[in-house]
């Protein structure tokens, strides 16, 4: 079955770059849209954006300057970078493919990082 | 930017009820509208999709409607397992963006 997995520092500084991995295994890389998206303790659901199998990209706008996804298929996994990170980032992220014709998706389980000197 | 603006916060009912939850956009956005369950600690559960889609799996209870600003999701016999947050999430692809409502909170009254 499908099956994503987060990795990554669960501790960042602030003013660095919050960088998460997600491995992907038992689905085909070419018909889903890879997604990260995260939600702050308590807070509710934030798109962060996607990257396809083509490279194209959907960012959300308030956070587009700090933001890149990609995506590496030779080893099935694609990624996430924010620059400058501020404690407004501390949240559980989340890595998840969705199918390109939106009838279904697969999520990771979450990974808490915690922005904070 | 896409707002989507769900009503209401927290919708207060009884195992056996009917439960209506709202979604409005800012703009249209065709019928390119998801929606979500999620429960504490877990990821959240795609439920509807392009509107009035089920998901795999998901019962027969749950059901969407609506197309352009205006869409709904009704729970049409809440069970023990239905109370949980609810989100709305656009997926047109203009403006960028897939945007989520901020949630509806179901809770047993």
């Known amino acids: 079955q499908v099956q994503l997995q987060e990795s990554g520092p669960g501790l960042v500084k602030p003013s660095e770059t919050l960088s998460l991995d997600c491995f992907v295994s038992g689905a085909s890389i070419s018909t889903y849209y890879w997604a990260w998206i995260r939600q702050p303790p308590g807070k509710g659901l934030e798109w962060i954006g996607y990257v396809s199998f083509s490279g194209s990209t959907n960012y959300n706008p308030s956070l587009k300057s700090r933001v890149t996804v990609s995506l590496d298929t030779s080893k099935s996994q694609f990624s996430l970078k924010l620059n400058s990170a501020t404690t407004a980032d501390t949240a559980v992220y989340y890595c998840?493919?969705?199918?390109?014709?939106?009838?279904?998706?697969?999520w990771g389980r979450g990974t808490l990082v915690t922005v904070s000197s | 930017d896409i707002v989507l603006t769900q009503s209401p916060a927290t919708l207060s009912l009884s195992p056996g009820e009917r439960a209506t939850l709202s979604c409005r956009a800012s703009?249209?956005?065709?019928?390119?509208l998801a929606w979500y369950q999620q429960k504490p600690g877990q990821a959240p559960r795609l439920l509807i999709y392009d509107a009035s889609y089920r998901a795999t799996d998901t019962p027969p209870r749950f059901s969407g409607s609506g197309s352009g600003t205006d869409f709904t999701l009704t729970i049409s016999s809440l069970q023990l397992e239905d109370f949980a947050v609810y989100y709305c999430?656009?997926?047109?692809?203009?403006?960028?963006?897939?945007?989520f409502g901020q949630g509806t909170k179901v809770e047993i009254k």
């Open positions: 703009q249209s956005v065709d019928n390119y």
């Open positions: 998840a493919g969705i199918r390109d014709d939106f009838a279904g998706d697969h």
């Open positions: 999430q656009r997926r047109s692809h203009w403006p960028p963006g897939w945007t």
